[in-house]
């Protein structure tokens, strides 16, 4: 099956971005949407965006509108999440995952599958 790898995090300040990447075991993985997760200490995990096989489609979470940006190069097994004007709050693990169907997309954590084991992001104010 498929595994996912998250990378690209790290310590950055209020302000400041950040380039994460989701890479993929299999080219299966072009076939599935795929979407960012995170959980700050304390708090349950929240979706954060998804991008659709091709890439053409992406959903974000509204108070992540205008600030980060998913997309994905399905040549390179590479879903990315761009995440600029970083805030405290943004600080938390950072997830990707696949949706368990090919043709879904959705923003709930129990559609997906195929975990990484995360990337740690924080935001220092």
């Known amino acids: 099956q498929v595994q996912l790898v998250e990378s690209g995090g790290g310590l950055v300040q209020a302000g400041g971005s950040l380039r994460l990447s989701c890479a993929a075991s299999d080219r299966i993985f072009s076939s599935y949407a795929v979407g960012w997760f995170r959980q700050a200490p304390g708090k349950e995990r929240e979706f954060v965006a998804v991008?659709?096989?091709?890439?053409?489609?992406?959903y974000y979470a509204d108070s992540l509108k205008g600030r980060f940006t998913i997309s994905r190069d399905n040549a390179k097994n590479t879903v990315y999440l761009q995440m600029n004007s970083l805030k405290p709050e943004d600080t938390g693990v950072y997830y990707c995952?696949?949706?368990?169907?090919?043709?879904?997309?959705?923003?709930?954590?129990?559609?997906?599958?195929?975990w990484g084991q995360g990337t740690q992001v924080t935001v220092s104010s």
């Open positions: 995952a696949k949706t368990r169907h090919p043709t879904e997309i959705d923003g709930r954590d129990s559609e997906y599958d195929s």
């Open positions: 991008i659709s096989r091709s890439g053409s489609i992406t």
